[in-house]
Every structure is written in C-alpha cells, then in structure tokens.
T-cell receptor, first 114, second 110 residues
Framework: KAGVTQTPRYLIKTRGQQVTLSCSPI?????VSWYQQTPGQGLQFLFE???????NKGNFPGRFSGRQFSNSRSEMNVSTLELGDSALYLC?????????????FGPGTRLTVL | DAKTTQPNSMESNEEEPVHLPCNHS???????IHWYRQLPSQGPEYVIH???SNVNNRMASLAIAEDRKSSTLILHRATLRDAAVYYC???????????FGKGTRLSVIA
C-alpha cells in the first residue's frame, strides 16, 4: 500500500498570501488529521476530518481551515499568512476516527513565510 | 488530557538495549499508552501501544507499570536508525486527537 502523500513538499510564500496544502491518505483510510510542527511549540493538532466532516479542532485561529473530499483526500488552507505560520505541516491518516488505530503520517509540507 | 514527563534526551551505544521512560501519573483508566517516534526529516511513525499488559512487536517492547502511572519503551538492540525523538502519548479511545509532548531525543553512538 502506498503511504500518506503530501503535496507540495516545500513551499515559500510571503506574508498576507494564502496557501493550500494537500494530503492523500492511505487507501481505505477515512480519517485525516493535520498537525503543525514548529521548533518552539512542537507538534500541535490542527483538525481531524472523518467522512468529510470535521470531528475535532485544535486551538488555532480561523485563518486555518480544512476540508475532506468524498475520496478521503484532504486539504488545509491558511489565509493571510503570518511569519509565525512557518512550520512543517503534517497529515496523518487512520482507518477509523477516535480509536486506537495507528495513525500514519506523511512526510509533511515545509512552509516558509517571508 | 493526561500529562506526560519524559527525559529531554538520552544516549545509547549501538547494539545495546535502551529503556525510554515515561511518567503519566494523571492517566485515566481508559487511556491507552501510545509511543511514536520521529526520525530526522520525517513525519512521526507508530512504534507500539498498550493498555495494561506488557506488549511486544517487531520494533520494541512496552512495559507498563502495574499502577499505569509510568511506562518504559524498550529497544532491545539500538541501531543508528533508531536515533529519533520518541513520544509517549496517553490516548483515549474516544474523541481526542494525539497530543504530542516534547518527547525524548535518543542519540545512538556507533
């Protein structure tokens, strides 16, 4: 089985712009979660989608949003980028939501905001 | 959320066993204990999880204290590829996401 894929792998944007990141989960997985990783804050949960519905949301401003499509692929969007949004954005998929199922992480998208 | 305490860093010689401790004194009775690790420049990967009994898989063993307030991840023979940040995560089988702490950075010396 192919693993979790994320595109693009690297991205450079300027302040005020918006960005869309994409995540393709492992085939058959219906839950997709997004995390932000920075040196200062570590890994922080953004949101989780299951069957096209947002199940959980972390403590991030409304500039961060996401969605999931019927094929379980997910996108996250960050509007009005700030310097502090520079981070590694990780996507993880699992078969079920809210269970002890293993979460499989993608390699991440490295976003740099100038 | 259950709070965890892990050493910031540990060091091991190659081919020796490594015991990575984790304190989770506020864990609830229904929280599973998950371990993930993150190799350099990669996303986290699952290592092992358990509830009450000790668990073994091809990657590691997990020893859980009888009172469940602590656990130890055991790598039986450390290799250079095991150098990573290891996260201990109490995880409720319900509505909560994985909550990552700072983890333990394991260095393996050849």
């Amino acid at each position: 089985k192919a693993g979790v894929t994320q595109t693009p792998r690297y991205l450079i944007k300027t302040r005020g712009q918006q960005v869309t990141l994409s995540c393709s989960p492992i085939s058959g997985h219906r839950s997709v979660s997004w995390y932000q990783q920075t040196p200062g804050q570590g890994l922080q949960f953004l949101f989780e989608y299951f069957s096209e519905t947002q199940r959980n949301k972390g403590n991030f401003p409304g500039r961060f949003s996401g969605r999931q499509f019927s094929n379980s692929r997910s996108e996250m969007n960050v509007s009005t980028l700030e310097l502090g949004d520079s981070a590694l954005y990780l996507c993880a998929s699992s078969f079920r939501a809210g269970s002890t199922d293993t979460q499989y992480f993608g390699p991440g998208t490295r976003l740099t905001v100038l | 959320d259950a709070k965890t305490t892990q050493p910031n860093s540990m060091e091991s010689n190659e081919e020796e066993p490594v015991h990575l401790p984790c304190n989770h004194s506020t864990i609830s009775g229904t929280d599973y204990i998950h371990w993930y690790r993150q190799l350099p420049s990669q996303g986290p990967e699952y290592v092992i999880h358990g509830l009450t009994s000790n668990v073994n898989n091809r990657m590691a063993s997990l020893a859980i204290a009888e009172d469940r307030k602590s656990s130890t991840l055991i790598l039986h023979r450390a290799t250079l590829r095991d150098a990573a940040v290891y996260y201990c995560i109490p995880f409720f089988r319900g509505n909560t996401p994985l909550v990552f702490g700072k983890g333990t950075r394991l260095s393996v010396i050849a």
